[in-house]
């Protein structure tokens, strides 16, 4: 794919399907071919995202918001169609993803951030910022199966703020440790939207995507409804 300046992300003609196996079959299907239900959580979605951009998506439950957010951030991979990304691209929507119960604190540290693509010079750098944000300094030494999980939690949201991305996905009913922490890390994410990377959240907030979003991309049963300002915000609050 040829490089764009202004470019982020760009999905072409992207689908998800699931096959929904039922583990109790009828007397009937035990005598016959089984039958799976498949379920298309996207349909051919494109999308073209600029650097820079604050993009909510909203849309009932169901809809396949997390799944393009998945997509996104390379956790689950499009049955059909490209996904092209410019930049360096962090979740904070599976935190903890990629990390190894058997390795301290610290020793994951270096697997995480490594897989979000830091080089170690980057990391022996930022590793300590990385701890002490996450209030972790006495138990980074301990193995990560020691840890609650608010711990893991803190831990994960931790390594992936200090990543300097270039694009953020985020679940904005993220919940990570206690409330100061969350207090810390919404003032961080605000640092965040005042920059200038990307940023993709899915919320049911509409105040906050309001507030925080200048593009809108509602999405019903796997398709793209509406993709535009606000106005996009007034037509979802306001359907039947």
Known sequence: MKTY???AIQLNDISKKYEI???KPTLVERFSKEKNETFWALKNINLTINKGEKIG?????GSGKTTLLKILAGITTPTSGDVHIQG???SLIDLGAGFHADLS????IY?????LGLSR???NERVQQIITFADLKQFIDAPLFTYSNGMMLRLGFSIAVHAQPDILLLDENLSAGDNAFQ???AERLRVFFRKELTIVVVSHNIAYIRKMCSRIIWIDKGSVLADGNHQVLHKYLKRK
């Open 5 to 7: 300046p202004t470019l």
């Open 105 to 108: 604190g610290y020793q994951n």
């Open 21 to 23: 196996h039922h583990d």
């Open 121 to 123: 010079k980057e990391i």
């Open 88 to 90: 360096r691209i962090v």
């Open 57 to 61: 998506i909203i849309g009932s439950n």
């Open 111 to 115: 697997l995480n951030a490594m897989l």
């Open 183 to 185: 207090k810390r890390a």
